[in-house]
């Protein structure tokens, strides 16, 4: 059964037997008294229309009571429903001697003139003895939440109360939980005139519609659409507000279509069917808010809740680079500072300059043996720093030969709007997240781009990986998931987010028109607020982000980073390794001979 208006009380159906020339009692003037002090406390109530069904009844004692109680806190007269405007949003209604299937008419006009949400008391007085259940259900389902019945009934016989017009009066309040009318013998200045029932809803099962929209709500349905899993902070913001107001949520059902795309997005016609169709009294998504959809008044909208971004996503392009002589650029200078050393030896006056031919040189840098040995220790020196020059260099220079690409290609990242002109890229976004004047974007002080409306957003993807002529404006905390995931998912950068957002909105829950959840709700999104608690959510979606693009970036991102870092150190250290060995091994021998050489002298003499 569907529920109602949020402020609405109905004193529903006053049973009176009107005598000509009936005076009330002092009982029923009691009544009076508390709901003209009930009247009182009604904020904005600047109008009281009276609804009679006969010219008899609008001049009864009964009516001119309800005039001398409420006349002084307001406005009174006797109206028909079409003069009633929509804009009187604190009218206090009163309805004397109509019939069951006549309310029943008057509560569908009402509704149909557009109440706004904080709609008018309504008092209803009502001819007959049998209390109407069926009707009190109808008018809850009908947007009146609070149901309360004024029960007067003659005592004694017909001339006794005209004479004494005694009463006694009986109060009834319905239960829409329970479904039952319970009832107070008792009509006083204690009087409840509209006990609320919507602060603890006792546990109801109530209609919620929840869609998987990571990372703020991730939904796991099994194949008949019904929940099986829920996690995300708008599932933990929906589970804060039905502990609130004590309510059971009850998750529609959403059959979602099998595929490989996780991504697949609803449309917000989709998004808002079960909502339009009244199967949900309002969507747990916290997400920015259809401008269009406001504008039209089509539903009601919580407190603000969260705050995001809209951010472009726009293609990595790419350039042919011809990079061969970036690579040879260090062996030059290596050979360049090597015939520095070599033409310097030649003004060194204790330098054997065979030790130091062009050849010899060279080979000593390529860590090549060479058969002359300089003997004293300046040159030996010389030699040293020569060796641990070629050493360092040496390894460079094989890894700047092995990163040569011939065909490579490098990429260009767009960060401003101006880029997007230059490069002849369009705008895609959602029309129903755009105000009219956001429909094009300036990006210079005489110059704008216009805003296209997509297919849909995988749709706008795709158009960018494939054509790489658009780019798709999307919640940022979604963009970055999706960019990421085709990261890790191709091994390579097709797309990116750019670094500034170029819209911001609110984010808020959409509900039914006049739905009377909304107050209660929205006093608990002011908790969320003031306590912080959302904030924290809001930073466990954005830590959750986080993880994801640690996670999907470090195979791609890091791997080519550490790919560029270790190869360079792995031949540097292979020709540290080769050189030093050669070295050692050309000390050996230095000494080895120098051995031969003392033994052969010994011989000799």
Known sequence: MKLSAPIVCLLLKCLISLAEGAKSSHSVKDCLASLKEYSSSVGNFYQAIIFVENTDVAGSDIVDQLFLALNDLAHVNLANVSDVQAEHASILFIFITVDSIRLRAIFDRLLDRKWPRHLPKFFLVFRGSKIDLELLRYAWSRNFADVTILQLIESGTLDSVRKSSTWRVIVHNYDPFEDVINSSRNCDSNTLWHPNKLDDLRGHSLKVDLSDDPPFAYVTRNATGHVLAMDGSAAKILDF????????????????????????????????????????????????????????????????????????????????????????????????????????????????????????????????????????????????????????????????????????????????????????????????????????????????????????????????????????????????????????????????????????????????????????????IRLLQLSGIRNNLFKIDVMTVKIMEKSEKEPIIDSYVQFNIVVPIYIGLGGLTLAATVFTFEIILGLREKNNLTVKLINRS
């Not at 089509?298 to 809740?305: G, T, V």
């Not at 040189?361 to 220790?377: A, D, E, M, R």
């Not at 010389?382 to 700047?400: A, D, V």
């Open 241 to 524: 507000i039905a502990q609130g107001i004590n309510f059971t949520p009850d998750i529609v059902p959403r059959v979602v279509e099998m595929n490989n795309d996780v991504w697949t997005e609803a449309s917000y016609e989709d998004y808002f069917s079960e909502l339009r169709k009244g199967r949900a009294e309002f969507i747990a998504n916290d997400r920015t808010h259809p401008i269009d959809g406001l504008e039209r008044g089509e539903f009601d909208y919580s407190h603000q809740i969260g705050f995001d971004k809209h951010c472009l996503v726009v293609p990595v392009l790419e350039s042919p680079r011809y990079d061969v002589l970036r690579h040879l650029l260090h062996p030059f200078l290596s050979v360049l500072v090597l015939a520095m050393f070599k033409i310097g030896t030649a003004y060194l006056p204790n330098f054997d300059q065979r030790n130091w031919r062009w050849l010899v040189t060279l080979q000593i840098f390529l860590g090549i043996s060479v058969h002359k040995n300089p003997h004293n220790s300046s040159e030996r020196i010389f030699m040293m720093c020569i060796i641990i020059f070629s050493i360092y260099n040496l390894g460079y220079i094989f890894s700047e030969i092995q990163n040569i690409k011939l065909g490579s290609r490098q990429q260009i990242d767009i960060d401003v709007l101006s880029d997007l002109v230059k490069f002849n890229i369009s705008i895609q976004a959602n029309y129903d997240e755009l105000a009219p004047d956001e429909r094009s974007i300036e990006y210079n002080i005489t110059s704008k781009i216009p805003v296209q409306n997509w297919i849909s957003r995988n749709h706008c993807i795709y158009i960018l990986l494939k054509y790489k002529n658009v780019s798709c404006l999307m919640s940022r905390l979604f963009a970055k998931m999706r960019v990421l995931h085709h990261m890790k998912q191709l091994n390579q950068r097709k797309m990116k987010m750019m670094r500034n957002c170029i819209t911001s909105r609110t984010t808020r829950f959409p509900f039914q028109n006049d739905s009377p959840y909304l107050t209660g709700v929205n006093k608990l």
